[in-house]
């Protein structure tokens, strides 16, 4: 079957069995999260799939928590969750935000609007707050690039089946867009004061940002 996020089922789980140390990623965010939390105010998970990282915020300060997703499948119903269906491609207005997340989102925005939604991220957020991003990448040196990825397909081949990683890569292709971390870092670096990478596995990374 195709993969597509239209139409995949449990997608907690799938991405769990995807991406190495993902729930150890996950933890981290929410720790770090903490540091940054303000009361009255709104955090944003751009690509929030089923909502799980913004339902695991533990606080007693009162938020807004506002998912965004483009694929409707993926979207719950909630009533302490705003959820919106909007594809971030187009031009859209964050606000009053305290974090904004995007847990390996940019990668499927085109190239040509990525910095249009970093800018309206950057201009979104309180001062000293932050912008946590995670992305798969390119490493810069080829032998890098090699080694990573047979290592990668060494961890999926735990969970999935040869074919099934061929098939997903070649349907990814349309779809995922990859930079490398020092072109992520200029994009960044762009409008944020302070970039730093706290999280790495093979070519998954994940920066804290502070506006």
């Known amino acids: 079957m195709k993969f597509s996020f239209d139409t995949i089922q449990d997608f907690d789980s799938h991405i769990l069995k995807s991406i ?9 965010v929410l720790n770090i999260s903490e540091y940054f939390l303000l009361s009255d105010s709104n955090v ?8 799980k990282l913004l339902k695991s915020i533990k606080t007693d300060k009162k938020i807004n928590r506002i998912g965004i997703d483009y694929s409707e499948n993926l979207l719950p119903k909630s009533d302490d969750i705003k959820f919106l269906n909007i594809d971030l491609n187009k031009p859209f207005t964050f606000n009053n935000a305290s974090i904004v997340y995007s847990i390996f989102t940019i990668q499927f925005i085109e190239k ?19 912008f946590i991003i995670a992305e798969k990448v390119y490493s810069y ?5 090699d080694m990573n990825t047979f290592l ?44 730093e990478t706290f999280w790495k596995y093979l070519n998954f990374e994940a920066k804290i940002c502070i506006k």
């Open 20 to 28: 190495p140390d993902y729930d150890k990623l996950m933890n981290l």
């Open 44 to 51: 944003y998970d751009i690509g929030c799939s089923t909502g």
């Open 112 to 130: 040509r609007n990525r910095l249009n939604l970093i800018n309206s991220i950057y201009d979104g957020l309180l001062d000293g707050s932050i």
């Open 141 to 145: 040196y080829p032998i890098i690039q």
């Open 152 to 195: 990668y397909y060494d961890f999926k081949k735990e969970n999935f089946t040869n074919d099934e990683i061929l098939s997903k890569e070649k349907d990814l292709r349309s779809i995922m867009r990859l930079n490398t971390s020092k072109e992520n870092d200029i994009l960044l670096k762009s409008k944020f004061r302070v970039v």
